[in-house]
């Protein structure tokens, strides 16, 4: 199977740099051990069902590069880790070349009746939805060897053809054209106009940078169930979304930080990026790939102290974006990129701040697992899952990306940060103040 890459496909293709890699990672910590044989068969078997996991770079003359997937293809061998580095992950990670080989790998750790498996997928294969699917599709194949019944999702691989259309009829996307003109009208004045503002006031380092001495730096924390659950129901009752609630938190807390740890710039505007879902009802039958895309929201340091004001405008904000599906613009607007001199390649390397912070929601991860479980946890034959630490990517400039997931109905809130520029305690300051600010939320402050 051949496909060519859609343009944000090829776009992540250009970001991933030795100092700056694109890669979606997961951190899965198990109680128990994991049969080492039938993982490795559950891994392959799953590689099988997800053809992304497969796919190969390729060039092609005059038609740009494509994605190849040979059916007879497998993907590398788990990677046996002995020890782990003193921040809780593989101290050394393999390079993913996608041209020579798969964009896939995973590594495991056992000691002391702990297992701890690590997921390395290259974003440009799948996204963080897609890293969620894959990895409960190999715990329900591991199940299944050791005689557990699973109902598995049924797959559609020709569907991975039309992952770079809008999965909109054609009258409607003729409706959504001005809309989307206007869209693409205003991100292109913020992405290629004005300048966001780093979170902490740094030299950007080179694009050429050498790999950090321990990938990846995550701040991580936990909102219990009864937090969680107060949450949920203070977005209720101010009818707003979960997730505007936690973008107006960030961006309180970001302002907050900012007045403690960076100097006084009330004007400075930070730029929260936020992918958002570009997916059909027909999507579901889709193997797991990228198929997501970015909105952009501006403010200024100042504004971010308003918590009202940022509540009401996030939810204005989204309201629209959702509404005239304004997160295909940012395609559009790699899709122009092509065909400007030095193409999207020209495009990644150019030398400022894309984002001050990135914000993206991993969702549930897993739901009731194949073994039933005293305390309704995930659970495979032999093994319990405990915490699952997820790191988005981090890129030149946008130095701190939050991870939220929700596993066993508590938040999880990774952030991921660059440990070249902040300090483990700045990291630590404002992933505490995230908390706060949500605390605040249940409040009604």
Not at 11 to 19: A, F, I, N, W
Not at 426 to 436: G, S, T
Request: aromatic share 6%; hydrophobic share 45%.
């Amino acid at each position: 199977m051949i496909l060519p890459l859609t343009p944000f496909e090829e776009y992540l293709v250009h970001e991933d740099r030795p100092g700056f890699p694109c890669w979606n990672v997961a951190r899965f910590s198990c109680a128990g051990h994991f049969d080492v044989e039938h993982l490795e068969t559950a891994w392959q078997q799953t590689a099988a069902a997800q053809p992304m996991l497969r796919a190969r770079l390729i060039s092609r003359l005059l038609r740009g590069p494509a994605w190849r997937i040979d059916p007879n293809s497998s993907v590398p061998p788990v990677v046996d880790v002995s020890a782990l580095g003193p921040h809780g992950w593989p101290s050394r990670w393999l390079r993913l070349d996608l041209a020579s080989g798969p964009g896939a790998r995973l590594y495991l750790h056992q000691h002391d009746n702990r297992a701890v498996l690590f997921a390395q997928f290259h974003h440009a294969l799948v996204d963080g939805l897609g890293l969620g699917a894959i990895m409960e599709e190999l715990f329900a194949r591991y199940a299944s060897l050791h005689g557990a019944s699973v109902k598995l999702p049924s797959r559609d691989p020709a569907l991975l053809r039309a992952r770079g259309s809008s999965g909109l009829p054609w009258l409607e996307r003729v409706r959504g054209l001005p809309m989307q003109l206007v869209g693409l009208l205003g991100a292109s004045q913020l992405l290629l106009g004005r300048e966001a503002a780093p979170l902490l006031p740094h030299t950007l380092l080179p694009a050429d940078s050498p790999p950090v001495a321990f990938y990846p730096a995550v701040e991580s924390r936990v909102l219990d169930t009864e937090a969680f659950g107060q949450l949920r129901n203070a977005a209720k009752k101010a009818k707003v979304s979960v997730n505007e609630m936690l973008m107006r938190d960030l961006q309180a807390a970001i302002g907050a930080w900012r007045g403690k740890h960076a100097p006084d710039a009330p004007q400075d505007w930070m730029r929260l990026a936020v992918p958002v879902l570009i997916r059909s009802a027909v999507d579901r039958r889709m193997p797991a790939c990228n198929l997501v895309s970015l909105v952009i929201i501006d403010r200024t340091v100042k504004s971010c102290r308003n918590r009202a004001r940022l509540l009401r405008r996030a939810r204005e904000d989204m309201e629209i974006i959702l509404k005239h599906r304004l997160g295909l613009v940012f395609w559009r607007i790699l899709k122009l990129c092509r065909w400007l001199p030095g193409g999207l390649a020209a495009y990644s390397l150019r030398p400022k701040v894309r984002a001050t912070c990135v914000m993206t929601n991993f969702g549930r991860i897993f739901h009731q697992g194949p073994v039933p479980h005293p305390q309704r946890r995930y659970a495979v034959p032999g093994a319990v899952l405990e915490n699952v630490v997820t790191a988005p990517v981090i890129r030149p400039g946008t130095i701190v990306c939050l991870g939220l997931s929700v596993m066993d109905m508590q938040l999880h809130a990774d952030l991921h940060y660059d440990s070249r520029v902040l300090t483990q305690a700045q990291a630590a300051a404002l992933a505490d103040e995230f908390v706060r600010q949500t605390e605040l939320s249940v409040r009604g402050e």
